[in-house]
């Protein structure tokens, strides 16, 4: 199956000729309908700063940026100390080199567990978030955090995206996202990203329930040749699963 096209120039560059050389962890398949889905909230009036939690080297973070209209910005936020001190001028260095300019971005060196949500909105310039990727600390503890954090600091038609979901090394996110899902009936799973490899594993991205037709109607079409037939069965909520190979297993 083809990758969608992420509807801007500038990543569809910067996934076939950057993306690979920084170090990271995220699929470019995901990056992919990341940045589409980034265009997807333009095209509907949604518009403003994005934020990522555990922006490491810059991988997902740069292709999340080049998706961002003039005077939006990207906060990447980390401790930045995994797995050496340099992570940070890494960071900053692969920015500049694929063409984040420092004014279209803020680097946030900091425990996000540790962040009210008025330190990040301060960090945003008081606006909302638009869509903010959660790839800190994989531990319940951490992600329940990440989470309010997020949820706290979200815009009306924003995107919440959970790296490293059913991951066979992390089993225990799950839990927490099912928690976090019945404590907030108004945040529901839009789609989920299926894996490229252990590696560049799965992403869930969520919406508020108030968006979710909404998104959903458009991406069916978007999305139609990356839907895997089944989708996912939330109990009783379906969403799509986007994937790169969308067989059924064979019955007869
Ligand atoms: C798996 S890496 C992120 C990979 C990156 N998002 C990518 O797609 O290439 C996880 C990052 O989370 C950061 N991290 C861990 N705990 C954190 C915390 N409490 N606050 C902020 N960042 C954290 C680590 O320093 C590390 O850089």
């Given at each position: 199956m083809p990758f969608p096209s992420p509807g801007h120039p500038a990543v569809e560059a910067y996934l076939t000729e950057g993306y690979d050389s920084?170090?990271?962890?995220?699929s470019r398949f995901a990056a992919s309908i990341c940045a589409r889905l980034l265009r997807l909230q333009t095209e509907e009036g949604v518009s403003g700063p994005i934020a990522e939690i555990g922006a490491f080297e810059g991988r997902f973070f740069i292709a999340l940026a080049h998706a961002l209209d003039p005077g939006e910005v990207a906060l990447g936020i980390d401790i930045f100390e995994w797995p050496d001190a340099g992570v940070k001028d890494r960071f900053e260095a692969n920015c500049l080199k694929h063409g984040i300019a420092p004014e279209r971005r803020v680097t946030i060196k900091a425990d996000a567990g540790a962040m009210a949500p008025a330190d990040l909105l301060k960090h945003a310039g008081g606006k909302t978030l638009r869509l903010i990727h959660i790839d800190g600390e994989h531990s319940r503890a951490a992600l329940t955090k990440d989470l309010a954090l997020a949820t706290a600091c979200l815009a009306d038609g924003g995107l919440l995206v959970l790296d490293d979901m059913l991951h066979p090394g992390y089993p225990t996110l799950m839990v927490t996202v099912q928690n976090y899902l019945e404590a907030h009936p108004e945040i529901v799973p839009l789609c989920i990203i299926d894996r490229e490899t252990i590696v560049a594993a799965t992403k869930f991205v969520l919406c508020q329930r108030s968006w979710f037709e909404r998104y959903q109607t458009r991406m069916l079409e978007i999305f139609k040749e990356q839907l895997w037939p089944l989708g996912a069965d939330f109990e009783p909520h379906w969403c799509m699963v986007l994937a790169l190979d969308t067989r059924l297993a064979a019955i007869t």
């Amino acid at each position: 199956m083809p990758f969608p096209s992420p509807g801007h120039p500038a990543v569809e560059a910067y996934l076939t000729e950057g993306y690979d050389s920084v170090v990271g962890m995220s699929s470019r398949f995901a990056a992919s309908i990341c940045a589409r889905l980034l265009r997807l909230q333009t095209e509907e009036g949604v518009s403003g700063p994005i934020a990522e939690i555990g922006a490491f080297e810059g991988r997902f973070f740069i292709a999340l940026a080049h998706a961002l209209d003039p005077g939006e910005v990207a906060l990447g936020i980390d401790i930045f100390e995994w797995p050496d001190a340099g992570v940070k001028d890494r960071f900053e260095a692969n920015c500049l080199k694929h063409g984040i300019a420092p004014e279209r971005r803020v680097t946030i060196k900091a425990d996000a567990g540790a962040m009210a949500p008025a330190d990040l909105l301060k960090h945003a310039g008081g606006k909302t978030l638009r869509l903010i990727h959660i790839d800190g600390e994989h531990s319940r503890a951490a992600l329940t955090k990440d989470l309010a954090l997020a949820t706290a600091c979200l815009a009306d038609g924003g995107l919440l995206v959970l790296d490293d979901m059913l991951h066979p090394g992390y089993p225990t996110l799950m839990v927490t996202v099912q928690n976090y899902l019945e404590a907030h009936p108004e945040i529901v799973p839009l789609c989920i990203i299926d894996r490229e490899t252990i590696v560049a594993a799965t992403k869930f991205v969520l919406c508020q329930r108030s968006w979710f037709e909404r998104y959903q109607t458009r991406m069916l079409e978007i999305f139609k040749e990356q839907l895997w037939p089944l989708g996912a069965d939330f109990e009783p909520h379906w969403c799509m699963v986007l994937a790169l190979d969308t067989r059924l297993a064979a019955i007869t």
